[in-house]
T-cell receptor, first 111, second 109 residues
Framework: DVKVTQSSRYLVKRTGEKVFLECVQD?????MFWYRQDPGLGLRLIYF???????EKGDIPEGYSVSREKKERFSLILESASTNQTSMYLC??????????FGSGTQLSVL | GQQLNQSPQSMFIQEGEDVSMNCTSSSIFNTWLWYKQDPGEGPVLLIA?????ELTSNGRLTAQFGITRKDSFLNISASIPSDVGIYFCAGHNGQNFVFGPGTRLSVLP
């Protein structure tokens, strides 16, 4: 079975903290994505990567950065967390336009 | 960014009934995907479609890639309580994935 694993299901952080969200996939996919999901706003793309050490901004990259040092791992970094970054964060991976697989999500609360 | 249109927004059905929902766009897509998401969980892929006119089943679920390549349909037959959740569609337009807002399904016993 294909697997996208997110390191934490729930996280509570304080405003100003640096936050790392980790994602690992075991399908040898080139493409990896970070989305956030908020009620009424749907899924919004933060960053994506088509290859190791490569990254592209999505629709809402402000306040976030990413790292992809290995093909299977894609990290999302909140340099200085703010309350408006409280959200469900979803990592996903795919082979180009084929099936997109999601992780279980990380519910982040910033206090 | 672009978003797909999904209807209905929500639906309440009796256990055992069949369900139909659809996803539409003003532009063409090369891939259609259907997901189910439970509260607090990540979306789970149900069906993937890659060709116009393609009809694919996964158990009680059947989905179709519209002939115009601008829409897709998902049918659930003989609904059961565990079908409750949010179903949403996604399409790939050759550049990126685009998502619908979801259809919330409630199944009454």
């Amino acid at each position: 079975d294909v697997k996208v694993t997110q390191s934490s299901r729930y996280l509570v952080k304080r405003t100003g903290e640096k936050v790392f969200l980790e994602c690992v996939q075991d399908m040898d996919h080139e493409n990896m994505f970070w989305y956030r999901q908020d009620p009424g706003l749907g899924l919004r793309l933060i960053y994506f990567s088509y290859d190791v050490k490569m990254k592209e901004k999505g629709d809402i990259p402000e306040g976030y950065s990413v790292s992809r040092e290995k093909k299977e791992r894609f990290s999302l970094i909140l340099e200085s967390a703010s309350t408006n970054q409280t959200s469900m964060y979803l990592c996903a991976s795919s082979l180009w336009r084929e099936k997109l697989f999601f992780g279980s999500g990380t519910q982040l609360s910033v206090l | 960014g672009q978003q797909l249109n999904q209807s209905p927004q929500s639906m309440f059905i009796q256990e055992g009934e069949d369900v139909s929902m659809n996803c539409t766009s003003s532009s063409i897509f090369n891939t259609w995907l259907w997901y189910k998401q439970d509260p607090g969980e990540g979306p789970v892929l149900l069906i993937a479609l890659y060709k116009a006119g393609e009809l694919t089943s996964n158990g009680r679920l059947t989905a179709q890639f519209g002939i115009t390549r601008k829409d897709s349909f998902l049918n659930i037959s003989a609904s059961i309580p565990s079908d409750v959740g949010i179903y949403f569609c996604a399409g790939h337009n050759g550049q990126n994935f685009v998502f619908g807002p979801g259809t919330r399904l409630s199944v009454l016993p």
